[in-house]
């Protein structure tokens, strides 16, 4: 078992202000820069990448960086309040007072997230988030579903648990990547802004982090073996829909606003829609999804679990250790 930050040490650095996100000025975004290192969008991992001309790279890029924003939005807004709600009341949760406190405390702040990335989107794109909050993560019905069995479920089979501390996770690697690196590979300088928001949303997720580990230990290692069995295999299947790209998912969205954006790309729409939806056979770009230099933490909770001995013929970036 893992050693977490103890519950009061987690409250006591919640109530320091410094080590809490503040919301940095957003009206002034460099639309000449990337949002994100290249790497971190789909289109990176197909032939056709190189192939583009840097304008459609740059505002590909730019797209991506609202569609990844949304995605922290959507485990925000559909999973976190939804999985963390009822866990308060799990039996071995409900008896530590500074435990709970903690969760709701997550709460709140995961609520601030979504807003401060609601308000950072739209100084991005204002004529796509004007009268709407999120365009690229309109779940389709059976993701929406699974989102909120995963809630219903969460006080008997949490196994949203060791997806919710990969996304945070993930989160993290990208806000300290676009700290550690501020050159991307072909684009030029990021956009120091979009950074910005990123590394002071980091300063909440590290904390979140070790409540997700706690949680993990109290209310999944602890339970019996059946049912660890099962959450296990609800977890892998959980996998399967959100590694691989499929033609109402949020990649194919961004490209068809590219289009929309720039028409001059129109005749290689269907091409790069296809190159996307390849990507569910392509092991980098799988690799990139869910990895041990991206999810140190994550990747140490895996490998303590035994029901995860096959998990990499889920994950195709795990390398049990």
């Not at 740059?58 to 990844?68: A, D, E, P």
């Not at 977890?235 to 001059?264: C, D, H, N, W, Y």
């Not at 035994?306 to 994950?315: C, G, K, P, S, T």
């Amino acid at each position: 078992m893992a050693s977490w930050l103890d519950p009061e040490d987690i409250e006591r650095l919640a109530n320091d202000p410094v080590r809490r996100m503040r919301m940095p000025a957003v009206d002034r975004i460099d639309f000449s820069k990337p949002f994100l290192p290249e790497e971190y969008t789909q289109l990176y991992y197909t032939p056709i990448y190189r192939s583009l001309h840097r304008q459609h790279r740059l505002r590909y890029n730019q797209l991506f960086g609202v569609r990844i924003n949304e995605y922290i939005m959507m485990l925000e807004k559909d999973l976190v309040e939804r999985l963390l709600s009822p866990l308060r009341r799990h039996r071995n949760v409900a008896g530590n007072p500074t435990l709970v406190r903690c969760l709701s405390t997550m709460i709140e702040e995961e609520n601030h997230h979504y807003r401060c990335f609601v308000a950072l989107n739209r100084a991005c794109f204002p004529e796509i988030y004007r009268t709407r909050e999120r365009y690229f993560s309109d779940l389709p019905w059976p993701t929406r579903a699974l989102l909120a069995t995963a809630g219903l479920l969460a006080g008997r089979f949490a196994f949203a648990l060791w997806y919710l501390m990969a996304m945070e996770e993930s989160s993290t690697a990208l806000a300290r990547d676009l700290s550690r690196n501020p050159m991307t590979e072909t684009l030029g300088p990021l956009e120091p802004t979009f950074a910005a928001v990123h590394a002071e949303h980091l300063k909440d997720e590290v904390r979140h982090l070790q409540i997700d580990g706690t949680l993990i230990d109290l209310c999944l290692d602890r339970s019996s073996r059946a049912r660890r069995v099962l959450n296990a295999t609800l977890f892998k299947a959980m996998l399967t829909a959100v590694t691989r790209p499929t033609r109402a998912g949020s990649g194919v969205k961004v490209i068809r606003e590219l289009v929309r954006q720039m028409p001059e790309l129109s005749w290689r729409e269907n091409e790069m829609i296809d190159a996307v939806l390849a990507l569910k056979d392509d092991r980098d770009y799988q690799t990139s999804l869910f990895n041990r230099q991206a999810m140190p933490l994550t990747f140490g909770v895996f490998d303590r679990t035994h029901e995860f001995q096959d998990l990499a013929n889920a994950m195709v970036g795990y390398d049990r250790r």
